[in-house]
């Protein structure tokens, strides 16, 4: 998605808006996956803040499929997160202290800003619904489906002599 922000360059207190749609490719973080179910919608404005900086807030929305975090399977997660961002063009004065988003010309692509953003904006985990049981850790079996049938612990065998004796008491 870009954005032209030609109009707002040179003008202090000018203001572009813009409402489209970010086409994003699948994310891969911190060991899960993220598919887009329809590129995100993306509303908001770049503002001339002054001092050849540019503020961009904007609002982006959509649904991401990724894995539940207890038994696997795919879900379908609706997401919404704000963006805001300092903008500057390469040939301005950009201070290297500062987290600053460097553009070329008079445009600006934000699709690349759009996926750092819904990065910083994940949760910890994504469940399925919150009393999910997940997998057995012994067979694998999704006990949301049932009981396995197997023990259900996975007994370390310098133990195994001692489980035995429990279960022989019984």
Known sequence: MIV?????LKEFG???SFDGKAE????????SGYRFKEPLTVRGSV???GGGALALNADAAGVIITQCARCMKDIEVPIEFGISETL???????PEDEDIIVFEGSAVELDEIVENNFIMNLEPRYL???DCKGLCPVCGADLNEGECGC???DIDPRWAALADM???ED
């Open 4 to 8: 032209d922000v030609s109009s707002v």
């Open 14 to 16: 000018g203001r572009v």
């Open 24 to 31: 994003l490719a699948e994310i891969n973080f911190s060991g």
């Open 47 to 49: 503002f001339n803040s």
């Open 88 to 94: 500057m063009r390469s040939d301005e004065d950009v």
């Open 128 to 130: 399925c619904r919150e």
């Open 151 to 153: 023990a259900g612990v």
């Open 166 to 168: 429990i279960k022989n």
